[in-house]
């Protein structure tokens, strides 16, 4: 998928991929599809284990940084944190692939939302040009509805994050997806991730 922030303004922010405790709900899901992927590609696979109980879809588990001057304790093990780089990048789940745009469902009236963090926490969007901002927007939102992409989400309703909104989430809301996702279909996988450059 196309993507809006580029990697030198993720090295002056460094707020993804690393985690204030070892079990963090926001650690990067992976589906069991891809897992193999990076099977595939590589013997050395960290942990990763069931979340919420599924079959379909897993946490991967945080490994404590080897940063001296860490202000997070735990990284993504897939980080090299010396170059701020992910070094699955081309099998990188799809849960990383979106950030900061993200699909999620508020507990108090059970919609199901297309949205994306604020440059409050993704500082990137604060530099980002607002047209090409707008064009992304409008690109996410349609990938996000495309029947294929709704499919992943019905087979693998974990990726959705759930929270209650009493919380703090600097969240702009685009689409409202609830009603769309209630049909049935084939089953889905999430796409391959693709370079940053394409
Ligand atoms: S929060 Fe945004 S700018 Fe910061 S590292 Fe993540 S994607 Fe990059
Ligand atoms: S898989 Fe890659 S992009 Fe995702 S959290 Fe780990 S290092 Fe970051």
């Not at 940084?65 to 735990?74: G, I, K």
């Not at 059970?110 to 963090?117: D, P, R």
């Not at 709704?150 to 759930?162: K, M």
């Amino acid at each position: 998928m196309k993507q809006l922030i580029q990697h030198e303004q993720c090295l002056r922010c460094r707020e993804c991929c690393r985690f204030r405790e070892d079990r963090q709900y926001f650690a990067p899901l992976f589906t069991a599809s891809e897992i193999d992927r990076i099977r595939a590609k590589r013997s050395d696979l960290p942990e990763f284990r069931p979340f919420k109980e599924s079959d379909r879809v897993f946490q991967i588990q945080l490994k404590r940084s080897t940063m001296p001057d860490a202000v997070y304790p735990y990284v993504c093990p897939f980080l090299d944190e010396e170059n701020y780089l992910c070094t699955i990048y081309d099998e990188r789940p799809f849960d990383c692939q979106t950030w900061p745009f993200i699909v999620h469902k508020v507990e108090q009236t059970g919609s199901t939302l297309v949205a994306y963090f604020t440059g409050d926490v993704c500082l990137a969007l604060k530099e980002v040009d607002p047209a090409d901002f707008e064009e992304y927007q409008a690109y996410f939102v349609a990938l996000v509805t495309s029947e294929k992409y709704l499919q992943v989400l019905r087979d693998h309703p974990e990726l959705i994050w759930v929270h209650n909104e009493d919380g703090v989430y600097h969240t702009v809301s685009l689409a409202d997806i609830s009603t769309a996702l209630s049909p049935e279909s084939d089953a889905a996988e999430p796409p391959a991730a693709e370079r940053r450059d394409q």
